[in-house]
């Protein structure tokens, strides 16, 4: 009897198990975790497939022949204009054997190739070991690892400047009316205006160092922080505003122990925006006045033709800003517990402070 009832409700339960999960399009609906990470995966593996599939399959792109045997130097007497070692358009290369079939000379040989600027995965991967270990090709050039500390600098502080004046600037507009309508008009102006253009200027009035790539880097980011900041602000429950009035709460203590706390989770969310928003004229700045970190290296590269370095260095930059983010995210979810429901930041180093000592006494009684 109990066989016959599993068999008869089996395809109720599984109608249920189907009922219960939700389609990968739902609106609103975060993923399952099983899903979360493959789509994750995925995000990465497909770019890299559609790269290896033009960089190893010949017949799908591969415009270019690399020329192995230039055949016979001369036909009528002119020079051959094809060398071996040499990349050649596909249609430039066929002609060129046409014409020396036609002359009863011996054709040219080489192998399909994507352009040079087009390297292969497995060169910019060894590039990665390579770029860190070869010296720099010219007296006075910096090494990878020198360029990319030099552009975290550049960034880092250009950010900083640009949050220190940015958020209390944007949150004075989005508390008070007042400072938005004085404030708020001239920096919807200035936004508009390309951050690049002011370098000639930068140039002019701090010279040719890291100043100018600075000021770029701040100017690309303060004027969008204040507008952010100002529009995150005003999102804040205003009946949190109302009832710390109600209470007597001061113009201070309203902005201080009501609006800032209230805005803080979406804000630091902003911060990770606007960061990354600020590595976008990283390339720009740093060609501004003498050319310095990540870029110049890039420009070097590319002007050596070694382009697996340049995708090398422009892969590292994304890395870089990656990791970064996702470090900002994790530390997040312990500064924010009430919208992660993780263990407080403060909490956990409470912890770990505990356990310090404890750890310490037994390792001491390890080594008696």
């Known amino acids: ?3 016959t009832d599993s068999s008869v409700f089996a395809p109720v339960k599984a109608s249920a198990r189907r009922r219960q999960r939700k389609p990968l399009l739902s609106v609103r609906h975060p993923l399952d975790p099983r899903a979360q990470a493959i789509a994750g995966v995925l995000a990465f593996v497909v770019p890299l497939l559609l790269w290896c599939l033009l960089s190893y399959v010949p017949f799908l792109w591969h415009p270019q022949v690399l020329v192995q045997d230039a055949g016979d130097a001369t036909v009528s007497g002119q020079y051959s204009f094809v060398t071996a070692g040499q990349r050649v358009d596909r249609e430039v290369f066929e002609g060129r054997n046409a014409e ?4 009863g000379a011996r054709p040219a040989s080489g192998e399909r190739v994507n352009p040079i600027f087009l390297p292969a995965p ?5 590039a ?3 770029a860190f270990t070869a010296p720099p090709e010219r007296t006075g050039d910096s090494w990878l690892h020198e360029s990319l500390w030099h ?3 550049v960034i880092l502080l250009g950010f900083v400047y640009s949050m220190l004046l940015g958020i209390p600037v944007g949150l004075l507009c989005g508390t008070f009316s007042l400072f938005s309508r004085l404030v708020e008009p001239f920096v919807d102006f200035v936004r508009y205006m390309p951050a690049p253009v002011f370098g000639a200027l930068a140039v002019a009035v701090l010279g040719l160092g890291d100043e100018p790539k600075i000021t770029i880097i701040f100017i690309g980011t303060f004027f969008q922080t204040v507008l952010v900041v100002a529009n995150t602000t005003r999102s804040v429950d205003f009946a949190l505003i109302q009832a710390a009035q109600t209470l007597g709460a001061n113009h201070r203590q309203l902005l201080v122990r009501v609006v800032v706390p209230a805005a803080l989770p979406a804000l630091y969310r902003d911060m990770r925006i606007l960061l990354g928003w600020a590595w976008t004229y990283l390339v720009v700045a740093e060609l501004i006045g003498e050319k310095s970190g990540i870029s110049a290296f890039l420009y070097q590269q590319q002007r050596y033709r070694h382009f697996e370095n340049v995708y090398a260095g422009i892969v590292m930059i994304g890395m870089i800003g990656l990791i970064t983010d996702q470090f900002l995210a994790f530390v997040g979810q312990y500064l924010f517990p009430w919208e992660s429901g993780k263990t407080s930041l403060s909490r ?10 404890a750890g310490s ?3 001491q009684s390890t080594a008696k």
């Open 151 to 153: 552009s975290c600098t």
């Open 100 to 103: 020396l079939a036609a002359a």
């Open 122 to 126: 497995h060169e910019v991967a060894l």
């Open 1 to 3: 009897m109990s066989g």
């Open 128 to 130: 990665f070991y390579t």
């Open 361 to 363: 006494a037994v390792v």
């Open 348 to 357: 956990l180093l409470r912890g770990l402070r505990r356990t310090a000592p």
